[in-house]
Each structure stands twice: as C-alpha cells, then as structure tokens.
C-alpha cells in the first residue's frame, strides 16, 4: 500500500468579542469551516474564544480573522511595532515577514525596509516580543532593547542609532575609498616595477577593504547561508571574493597561474573599488532613509517639558509626566499649551497649525479645547487638563503617522514576492554567463583577455548590478515620505492601502450638516410686513426676546444676532412652548408669537400675504419664523445654516480634478438643493435618515463609483466604512474618525484636496520608483551579462556595475524625499 503523506497543519486561538448566543458561535464555526484549507474551528461561546486547525500552505491567520470581522465579530489584538536590525533589501523583508508569521498567534505583519521596522499584529495571550526576537535572531536579524512607543526618548533613541550607523558608514567608505585608489594609481602606473613586489603590496592594501570594509557583507551572507536563503550581501560578497580570491591565487601562485596559460593580472582595484562604491551608496542611502521619518521627529519636538500647575493654591513648574487630569495650568502668551485641555479662564488665540497645517491662530474663550503642543499667541488663560500622555492629540497622531508610515501598500506585496526568488535567479543568470563567455565566448567575439578572465569579470558585473535594494525602498520610503508630509498639513492617512485606493476615486460625497456647512444656524434675514407698526430692530426684540434662554439651535441663533446688534431682550411673561410649532408670551405688554406658518393659520391668522414671501425664503434654503404681535403677522425672521468660506472653493477644486460631487443631507429637497446650487454641486440626495446614509452610498457604489465619503458626525460612522475611502473631519466625534481612513484636523474642506491630491503624488512617486528599479535590472542585467558585446562591444565593468547599483538605490529614496516640495492647496 503507496504511503501517504499527511501535510502538516497548524493550529490558531482566537479571542473573539460580539457574540451574543450559542447560535452565534455555531455561525461563526460554519462560516471560517467553509474557508480552504481550515480542517477543524470550535467556537467556545463562554470563553470567547476560536480554536482553528489549519493547513498553512492553503489558509492564513489573516484570512480567518478577516472572515470573522466580516460577519460583525471583532478579533482584538495588539499592534506592536519594533526596529529590525540586518535588513538589506527587499528579500530580507520577505523572509522577516515570514518567520514571524509563522509564530503561533501572529494575526498580521509588515515590515517596512526604509525604516528598518516591523508592524505585527498578534494575540497577547500567545505570542510577545520575546517570541518575535528569538524567532528573527534564529534567521540572522537582531530585534534591539529599543521597542517604539509614544515617547519622544525612544524616537530620540533610534535617531542615535542610525546617526551611528551613518558615521560607521561614512567612516568605512572614506577609508575603502582611498585604500581602493591608491591600489587604482598603483596598478595603473606601473610605479613599482617588480611585479611579485607589486602584487603583495596591492594584497596588503587591498585586504582591509575587503574583509573590514566588506564585513557586513560577509556577514550578512553567512546568516542566509545558516539558514537557507540569499539576497543583496550575497552578491556582493561573492562578486567581490572571486576578483579578490583570484588576485591572492596569482599573487601568493604565480607559478600555478602561469602553468594553466592564465594571464598574471590581479583584480584587487574591481573588488576594493566595488566595496567602496556599495559602501557610498548605503551611506547616501542611510542619510536619505533619515530623513523619511522627520515629520514624526518634529511631532515628537513639538511636546511641551513642562507645565505651570496650580495645586494648593500655588503655582509650580512640573516636568509634563507629573501632570494630571483635572489639574490646573497657567499658560502665558508665546509658550506652548503643555497638554490637552479646556480653558476655564481667560481667553486668547491659538497657533493650531502643527496639527491643523492651519497658520491663521484660532480665537479661543472659556469653555473651548485647546491642544497640547499648540502655540498660545496672545492671552494669559488657565485651563484644566483633560487629555494626557498616550491619550493626548498629539500622540494620537504620532500613532497613526507611525501605523501609516509601517504600512505596505498591496503593489509592495507583489514586489516582495517577485524579491524573494529575484536573488536565486540572479545568481543562476550569472552563472550561466559564466559558462557561456568561458566555454562559448571565444567563437562569438574576439575577447580582450583570457577566457576565464573575461568570463570572471562578467559573473562580478551581474552579481553586483542586481542587488534588489531599489526594489525594496520604492514602495516604503515614497508612502513614508507621503504620509508624513500629510501629518504635516493636518492631513492623516491611515496607510500605503489608503493611498493606493485614493487615486481611483471618481465620486466625492459629503454630509451637509458641519461638513460643508459649520453646523449651526445663523439669522440671515429680519424683514417687516408692509402696515405694521414695529420696525426691524423692534421686531427682533421680541423674536429674541420669546427666545431668551432657549436651547434650541434656532432660538440661540435669534439671541445671538439680537446681541450682536445690540438689541436690548425684555422679561417674556406667560410663557408658552408649543412643540413643533413655535412660542408665544408676553413680552413689554404685547401678545408675542413666533412659529411657523401652520402655528399661524392655527391661530385664525390670515397668513396669504406672506405665503409667498415664506416660500421665497424656503427656496433659498432658510428657515423663516413668524412673528405675531397683537394678533397680527408684524414679519419674518429667517435662519439657516451658513456655507463655511472655503467649500465652494474645495468644491471647485475637486470637480477640476475630474471627480463628481454629490452632497447628503437629511433637510428638505428645497432647502438642500439651494444649498448644492450656491456651491455648485448638481447631485443632492436630501432628506435622507441617518441610518440610510450608507445605503446612498452602496447605491453610488453599486453604478460602479468608488466614492469617498467626507462626514464629521457620529451618524456617519456607518457611511465612512462603507464608503471605498472615508474621510473625516478632525473637528468631528472619535466615532467618525476611528472608522475613517483618511482624518482631517481641520475644518477647511480644501484639505479634501490635498489629501486626495497628496494620495495620487504619492502613488506616481511609487510608480516612478518601481518602473525605475525593474527598468535599471532588467536593462542592467542583460548588459552586465554581455549581451551587447558581440555586437557593438559595448560591456558593463563591474566597478561601474557597482556605481550604478548604488545610485539607484540612493536615486529612489531621493525620489520619494522630492514628496516633501508638495504644497498645500491652502496656503498655495
């Protein structure tokens, strides 16, 4: 009987959070059993807790979780992320990511080579960073003591590091650099004329070089050979060995050499001059990397050190950990405000452009949030702290600009892939080179050295020509450099996805109430009925008057106005409310009403010589009230919700960059089609319910638009997931933003703009730097293999090979840096 080979299966635990019966777990267990590859689910419903057997080749944890969440169930686990040390390229990457998937309890993970982190996602209970540094330091990369949260000493931390990276490199390449010339100017000038002299000499420059300078190379090679795999410094350190291995052979056997016919040359300026050259390059590539991650250095400056506390009626100066909720703090004008908090007195303007990329200071009184890090310009106030430490503003954004910048866009997915056998394949194509212009060379072209000289020399220019290094930065370093810049013009991108999906939108629809409009109504219109005794300024008293501490948002607006102008409010006397209608009292003597048309008709009033005057305003988009004084109709006071400044100009914008707009309202056709006509958007969809806003738009979707919702409320939540993209006012509920993929902290709808503008620059560099990196190889490749030379004699040395291999590492990473000239459609 033939045996049969079982494949190994593995198994997976799940907390799960949502289930509210027994009946929930049986669904749960029917849905992940139907994916492939799953063999046994059991779904403890008291425990809440999923165990999974699966069989890795077929199934994933990412997949079993994703079809849990699908259904309505949430799978909590904690994000961590961590340097990685020993990363080279692409291929690295790969390889990182698989190993700690493969760690029982890992759900997710991406690693992100321009700054040399992992991001994974994992179940607590089962796996921690201990697993994830043993598991990486069993294939050849080191997880430092350093671990990366919210606090500035740790960001501070990893600059050290790099910084001494940086040196160590610039120390090495200054010093491989002159080695590598003066063995060139040696060779070349033929100053000692011995030869046995010469060579040993060279041999004594060149060793340094190679095994000093070149270490991390061999080290890096010798940690895949361990463990099974190769990449980038294995190239170089097999390229570079055989020049230098066959120039110690000649050197130390010049007899042997002779014996075999071979030419008694060394190549010790190829492989001292090619390290040099990669050392340039990852040192350029060091110091670009550096700067990707500035926006997040410059939230982290921002924090305040100390804050000016009030306990026990004196004033002290804390370091800002000491600081707690509810405690008092002075700030002076020109300091920082040190943490988030609510001004209980004074008042003053604020400098919020480090989180909004607004530069016009915002006015704030009594009773208004002001955030840590701002800048207080003008006023002395007091505040009580409400928000502090990893709750804050600000390190809530650090988060989400650290989450998005260890992000991977889905075109990085298949560039890892294509990494992770690119090496292999590269060292079969140079062997094969090999062979050819050694065994086949000499009947195709005439050759300017021996066979197997020549032969060398091609195997060296391929080997080092197609390191992966700018396959592996093209992607990460431009949405680093992108998602930073972002955070700089109060812009947050959740992420490469979010990038990536951004370009393809088509349809923007935005909720009117707080989004394109500010939310609350404001009188526009006082106007008097012809034959009437009281004039403009004594009608509105009475309106503000019946008003008068009410908290509706249409009275409030009718006693602001009335304050604004002045006007002074008398006692209303037998107050009535009538509920859906309007108000009546006595106000100075007089029977005073206010309400709508039905209220008066209700009231025997003869209401025709205003109808026409009320549907006039109804048209306009305002909402008018009625004024009766002594059983007449005396005018009209009407209200509505004002346009913020700058919609119409963000609404342009967008239509100029080829995208539909539609607005969503839950207000009257009349009132939301008046509002889409002052700004210019042809689709109104009005009085829409809160619970079918996500419907609007899978209905948009379902005509085959990817659709960008924008929305600020809590009611939009359920739209800003369904839409493809959903963008949410910063000024907004954490509902709205925590279901958002793209967070404005801003109320200028011009930054709608420049995120979706900043989205597309970004995924162009990422198109430029992956067209760039597989053009450079699959050009560089065929030449540096000798392809053209039969032809044309046209030959890629491997010094050059070199020089070109590093530069387009460091032009990629520039690339991606030129992001940073992106400017904001606000303060164009």
Known sequence: MPETKTRETKSLSLPIQGMSCASCAARIEKKVGEVPGVNKVSVNFGAEQAAVEYDPETATPDAIVDIIKNMGYDVPAVQKTFPVEGMSCASCVGRVEKKLRGLDGVVDVNVNLASERATVSYMEARVGLPDFRKALADIGYSVPDVELVEEAATQEAEDARHQRE?????????????????????????????????????????????????????????????????????????????????????????????????????????????????????????????????????????????????????????????????????V???????????????????????????????????????????INKTGYFKMKATRLGKDSVLAHIIRMVQEAQGSKAPVQRLVDQVAGVFVPVVIVIALV??????????????????????????????????????????????IMVGTGKGAEMGVLIKGGETLEQAQKLNTIVFDKTGTLTEGKPVVRDVWVADGVDPDEKTLLMYAASLEKGSEHPLGVAIVEYAKGKNVALKPAQEFKALPGFGVQAKVDGHDV????????????????????????????????????????????????????????????????????????????????????????????????????????????????????????????APALAQANIGIAMGSGTDVAIETADITLMTHD??????????????????????????????LGIP??????????????????????MSFSSVSVVSNSLLLKRFTSSRTA
């Not at 212009?437 to 020549?454: D, I, K, Q, R, Y």
């Not at 042809?682 to 960008?708: H, I, M, N, T, Y």
């Not at 000798?786 to 046209?794: A, E, K, M, S, W």
Request: aromatic share 8%.
């Open 749 to 778: 709808l011009n930054a709608v703009v420049d995120a979706i503008e900043l989205s597309r620059r970004t995924m162009s560099k990422i198109r430029q730097n992956l067209f760039w990196a597989f053009f450079y190889n699959v």
């Open 783 to 804: 030449i540096a293999a000798g392809v053209l030379y039969p032809f044309n004699g046209v030959l890629l040395q491997p010094m050059f090979a070199a020089a070109a």
């Open 166 to 330: 940086y040196r160590t490199l610039q120390f090495k390449f200054a010093s491989s650099l002159g080695l590598a010339v003066a063995i060139m100017t040696l060779g070349m000038t033929g100053w000692i004329e011995d030869t046995t002299t010469a060579h040993w000499l060279l041999l004594v420059l060149a060793t340094p070089v190679q095994f000093w300078g070149g270490w991390q190379f061999y080290k890096g090679t010798w940690a895949g050979l361990k463990h099974g795999y190769a990449d980038m410094n294995t190239l170089i350190a097999v390229g570079t060995t055989v020049a230098y291995a066959y120039s110690v052979a000649v050197t130390v056997l010049p007899q042997l050499a002779a014996s075999f016919g071979t030419e008694l040359a060394v190549y010790y300026d190829t492989s001292a001059m090619i390290i040099a050259l990669v050392l340039m390059g990852r040192m350029l590539e060091a110091r670009a990397k550096g700067r990707t991650s500035e926006a997040i250095r410059k939230l982290m400056g921002m924090q305040a050190k100390t804050a000016r506390v009030e306990r026990d009626g004196i004033e002290q100066d804390l370091p800002i950990d000491q600081v707690e909720v509810g405690d008092i703090v002075s």
């Open 593 to 716: 009403a206010l309400g709508n048309l039905r209220m008066m008709q209700d009231a025997g009033l003869d209401v025709e010589p205003v109808r026409e005057k009320v549907e006039t305003f109804g048209g306009e988009g305002k909402t008018a009230m009625l004024v009766k004084v002594d059983g007449r109709i005396a005018g009209i006071v009407t209200a509505a919700d004002r346009v913020r400044p700058e919609s119409k100009s963000a609404i342009q914008s967008l239509k100029q960059r080829g995208l539909e707009i539609v607005m969503i309202t839950g207000d009257n056709k009349k009132t939301a089609e008046a509002v889409g006509k002052e700004l210019g958007i042809d689709r109104v969809l009005a009085e829409v319910l809160p619970a079918d806003k996500a419907s609007q738009v899978k209905r948009l979707q379902d005509e085959g638009r990817f659709v960008a919702m924008v929305g600020d409320g809590i009611n939009d």
């Open 332 to 374: 002076r004008p020109g300091e920082r405000v040190p943490v988030d908090g609510t001004i209980i007195e004074g008042q003053t303007a604020i400098d919020e452009s480090m989180i909004s990329g607004e530069s016009v200071p915002v006015e704030k009184k009594e009773g208004d949030e002001v955030i840590g890090a701002s």
């Open 433 to 478: 080179a090999f062979g050819f212009w050694w065994l086949v060379g000499p009947s195709v072209a005439t050759l300017p050295t021996e066979p197997v000289l020549f032969a060398m020399m091609i195997f060296i220019s391929v080997m080092i020509i197609a390191c992966p290094c700018a396959l592996g930065l093209a992607t990460p370093t431009a």
